[in-house]
């Protein structure tokens, strides 16, 4: 279980020891730091810190990377698939799941055929984004419905695009 904070909710406090009464196990007891840090210039606990380490931790603490991993998927379509390509699709994600939506039907045939080296790439750049299939669609069927009074056509056909 995670540390608790300094003066938890009676919310908390309930979960905790509803925990601790079906877990089996004792629950730790909020231990206050003794060791105040200093007040004057030079003292113990002053040294600055760089934030890049701040920053990262707090992203690891809260759980944000697997997030922040497919913003960068997003963010960085361009440098994986390369300017043709990403000029042709627009990718979106879904837990798992990464969806790209092409410009015409030839763009999605030939993204399908590709799929497993983009989806190797995308594993190689961000390992920890969680993306384990990648599903290619083509662009959105015309609609040929015209009027209240239409007959029933063939179907979608190709989008001749």
Same mark, same amino acid.
């Given at each position: 279980?995670?540390?608790?904070?300094?003066?938890?909710?009676? #919310?908390? +406090?309930?979960?905790?020891?509803?925990?601790?009464?079906?877990?089996?196990?004792? +629950?730790?007891?909020?231990?206050?730091? %003794?060791?105040?840090?200093?007040?004057?210039?030079?003292?113990?606990? +002053?040294?600055?810190?760089? /934030?890049?380490?701040?920053?990262?931790? %707090? /992203?690891?603490?809260?759980?944000?990377?697997?997030?922040?991993?497919?913003?960068?998927?997003?963010?960085?379509?361009?440098? /994986?698939?390369? /300017?043709?390509? #990403?000029?042709? %699709?627009?990718?979106?994600?879904?837990?798992?799941?990464?969806?790209?939506?092409?410009?015409?039907?030839?763009?999605? %045939?030939?993204?399908?055929?590709? +799929?497993?080296?983009?989806? #190797?790439?995308?594993?190689?750049?961000?390992?920890?984004?969680?993306?384990?299939?990648?599903?290619?669609?083509?662009?959105?069927?015309?609609?040929?419905?015209?009027?209240?009074?239409?007959?029933?056509?063939?179907?979608?056909?190709?989008?001749?695009?």
């Amino acid at each position: 279980m995670t540390e608790s904070p300094a003066n938890p909710s009676e #919310a908390i +406090r309930f979960f905790e020891h509803l925990v601790e009464i079906f877990s089996g196990r004792k +629950r730790r007891r909020n231990v206050v730091a %003794t060791e105040q840090k200093g007040s004057l210039p030079f003292e113990k606990g +002053r040294d600055p810190r760089a /934030i890049g380490s701040i920053v990262s931790r %707090t /992203i690891n603490e809260r759980g944000w990377a697997p997030f922040l991993s497919r913003e960068s998927v997003i963010d960085q379509w361009v440098e /994986i698939v390369g /300017i043709d390509v #990403a000029a042709h %699709t627009v990718p979106v994600i879904d837990d798992d799941l990464i969806t790209v939506r092409c410009d015409s039907s030839a763009w999605a %045939t030939n993204l399908r055929l590709m +799929r497993h080296e983009i989806l #190797a790439e995308l594993l190689a750049r961000f390992p920890n984004s969680g993306i384990e299939k990648i599903s290619v669609i083509g662009p959105g069927v015309p609609n040929k419905i015209r009027g209240p009074r239409s007959v029933k056509w063939r179907g979608p056909r190709d989008t001749y695009g």
